[in-house]
């Protein structure tokens, strides 16, 4: 009698081990898959705020590059308007020149066609432009801010795309290469900037750098917002009024007059 309830008390133990065991180990499965999801979720959050990064980039490179002269393709510039003097047209000729010398694939920079970026530019209420808290949106007569630049939806993943088109060159075949741009693609940035009026700044030439010397500059100074978007799976090119994830930025750049 007594060894007949040592072997059932023994199956019943066994069997109650073997439920617990079966729900650590359930547990831990859930716990893994968790984790899983939310390291998915932080990579995706910090790839997103690398956008965001990129278009506080092209923001700046845009109001350089007007500043300094937009690059032009030299062969696209036009004539002198009729009725110029021969000197406005020599003086032309020689400019067309010297562009020609120190073209680049064509390119040069025109320094006739720079301009100091001014607040003229209705903005777009995108999902970007309105995250920005400390940002007025609208003036005093109901209208909204005036911008100097303002690009929407730009995709990310255009810019990638010409490295991954040699797959074996960055260590992936044909058709990891093809997932990654397709999930690239789902990556946008958006920026637009706003002429905040003159500045003095400490710093030599044209560069950003502000302690350079201690000569007191006068400057422009621009803030800059950028914003980075990771759009669901399926949305298409054109969207972008309903972001999975976005990461707004902003930065203040004072550039010499």
Known sequence: MKKNNQNGFTLILSLVMLLVMSLMGGALIVISSGDHQSNNTSDQ????FYVAEHALIEAEKRIINRMIGPWTEVSTITTPPVGSTPTEITAHNNYIEQLTATAIDGFARNTDGRDTPRNTLTPVETPCFKSFRNLIRNDSGGNLTLVTDHFTNQNFGSLIEPILNSPTDVGLEADDAEKEKEYLKRYRYEFFSINVGSS???GAGASLKKTSTNAQRQGTAYRIYGCGYLMPKGAE????????ILIPLETLIILSS
């Open 200 to 202: 003095t700044f400490k």
């Open 237 to 244: 090119l054109g969207e972008f009024e309903d972001p999975e």
């Open 45 to 48: 959050y910090q790839q997103t």
